[in-house]
């Protein structure tokens, strides 16, 4: 019952995390404390979610995902979804599953530049 | 088809098919297998069209359980008993499913499985009529394909510019044809990175509740991808249709017009189209 | 190969929610499935997974491949010895509209699945038994 790693990455402002592929319920639990602490330490602006390897997308994961979005936001950041893909996407919006105020790119990338736009001026991207 | 219910003027004998000219015709048969069994379903009589659709010889199957005709699956399940209960019970048992050749391939067959009394109601025993239906169906799955071709070839979503799709619906929508196509563009957005989708309804000439859920379904889908739809080509009788039900389309881009979407889709994409003597 | 159409595992962790979400993915790729069924099969086994858990400690999935005519299908079922459901109306219109309360998970995996029977007593347990066709 290991908790896979999750890494994050801090790109100035930004903090990166990609999600494995099928992560259980702990691992998505461990990346919601890992998040808050480095939005702690590093006082981050925002947060990217890299889900491009996600495969399954249950209520509990969007759930969680919800309220880190929200945790986020009360610690002043913006969170980017990126990469969601197709099949994910067809069911989460089967299921009703809304992400909260995330916001969402199709890849990294645009959602670094997203956040550039997004965040207020003095975003040190 | 052998109905032998009104027999009161022949033999027992003649039921199972010593009349000359009866046993002629079954005997030329050669498209369906007509066969007889006994009550416990052993074959009492077999025909040419038989021996062409399940493979044995008279010789080899006289005698034998008609079960054998039947799939392992369809053995397990208990289907030849079941049927014959039926027959029995109704007078008659049809139905379609697999069975098995001699050599034991498969084949899509009709079945009809009709009861055949005495004059006081004891069970004579079974008529049992075969037809090989496997062209048939291959002819529907072909069908069947090529109807998902079409739908496809209807439904195309274009990439038209650098992180550009567009996806002109056509004709009317029904749930099965709306789910595929929100499939098929998501799909197509992940495929070609395009930020913008421009769906296009000008040719869609009525919509249903249940379409129009797939169609708001669709849009959220391509914005958790992280893309954005405009929709465009919304026709007064479509646009009075979805008010009527109550759809909420207050935050979904619409334009009347595809040339006008893809104005908006450039500009959200900070793009310009500039004529090429420009400033000359 | 066959072993993987049908099949049957104990929940008893956490950790085999995953697990079996596994179990299904493999169960419906290899049946055939499209990448999106297969996605919508997985989502709903783990929302159903999860109810064992949550509510009920320990149970059962089973998975079988099913046939009928020239229709081929995965039937799921999942079975435990929890506290079962009051009021199994009221479960499948939980968290439907609203998009908040995921709740049960019942209506949302039925959403995703093709067909679903609920049998549900309280104080003794509930089976959810629920299928999906392969699309012709």
């Given amino acids: 019952m290991a908790i896979e790693n999750i890494s994050v990455l801090k790109l100035r402002d930004i903090l990166l995390i990609t999600v494995p592929p099928d992560p259980d319920d702990r691992t998505i639990s461990a990346l919601q404390d890992q998040v808050l602490e480095a939005m702690e330490r590093y006082e981050s602006r925002g947060l990217v979610l890299d889900i491009s390897t996600v495969q399954t997308l249950d209520s509990f994961f969007a759930r969680t995902i919800a309220e880190t979005v929200q945790m986020v936001a009360l610690m002043g950041g913006r969170t980017v979804l990126a990469g969601m893909r197709a099949s994910v996407a067809v069911t989460a919006t089967q299921l009703g599953l809304t992400m909260g105020k995330a916001l969402t790119a199709l890849d990294v990338d645009r959602a670094l530049d997203l956040l550039k736009t997004a965040l207020p001026r003095g975003s040190n991207l | 088809m052998p109905e032998q219910t009104n027999s009161s003027s022949k033999s027992p004998e003649t039921i199972l098919g010593t009349d000359d000219s009866f046993r002629l015709f079954v005997d030329s048969v050669r498209e369906y297998a007509i066969v007889m069994l006994d009550p416990a379903g052993h074959v009492v009589s077999w025909n040419p069209g038989a021996e062409r659709i399940k493979g044995y010889s008279q010789e080899e199957i006289m005698g034998r359980h008609f079960s054998c005709f039947y799939t392992p699956e369809g053995i397990q399940r208990g289907l030849p008993e079941h049927e014959l209960e039926v027959a029995a019970k109704e007078g008659r048992f049809e139905d379609e499913g697999w069975r098995v050749t001699k050599d034991g391939k498969r084949f899509w067959a009709s079945v009809v499985i009709t009861s055949l009394r005495e004059k006081d109601g004891r069970l004579r025993g079974f008529g049992k009529v075969t037809r090989d239906l496997t062209e048939r169906k291959q002819t529907e799955e072909r069908i069947r394909q090529q109807a998902t071709e079409i739908m496809e070839l209807s439904t195309p979503v274009m990439q038209v510019w650098q992180g550009v799709v567009v996806a002109p619906l056509i004709g009317s929508l029904d749930s099965q044809r709306t789910q595929q196509f929100m499939e098929r563009l998501l799909n197509r957005i992940v495929e070609t990175n395009s930020p913008m989708a421009l769906v296009d309804i000008m040719g869609v000439p009525t919509i249903d509740t249940q379409t129009a859920q797939h169609l708001i379904e669709t849009i959220s889908a391509v914005r958790l991808l992280g893309a954005q739809v405009v929709l465009t080509g919304v026709r007064p009788a479509i646009a009075q249709t979805l008010v009527h039900l109550g759809i909420d389309l207050s935050n979904i881009t619409t334009r009347s017009s595809l040339a006008a979407g893809l104005r908006v889709a450039l500009d959200m994409l900070n793009l310009q189209v500039v004529a090429k003597n420009a400033g000359q | ?136």
Avoid at chain 3, 73 to 98: C, H, N, Q, W, Y
């Fill in chain 3, 1 to 136: 190969m066959s072993d993987t159409h049908q099949g049957e595992f104990r929940i008893g962790s956490e950790s085999d929610i995953v697990a079996a979400r596994r179990l299904i993915r493999n169960a419906a790729t290899s049946l055939g499935f499209g990448i999106t069924d297969v996605t919508r099969i997985v989502t709903a086994a783990s929302e159903l997974t999860r109810n064992i858990y949550q509510y009920a400690g320990s149970g059962l999935m089973r998975w079988h491949c099913l046939t009928e005519g020239v229709e081929v299908g995965l039937e799921l079922t999942f079975e435990d010895s929890g506290p079962g459901i009051p009021d199994i109306v009221k479960a499948m219109e939980s968290g439907f509209s609203t998009g908040k309360g995921f709740g049960l998970g019942l209506p949302g995996a039925k959403r995703l699945m093709d067909e679903m029977t609920i049998q549900s007593e309280v104080g003794k347990g509930t089976k959810v038994q629920t299928r999906k066709w392969l699309r012709r």
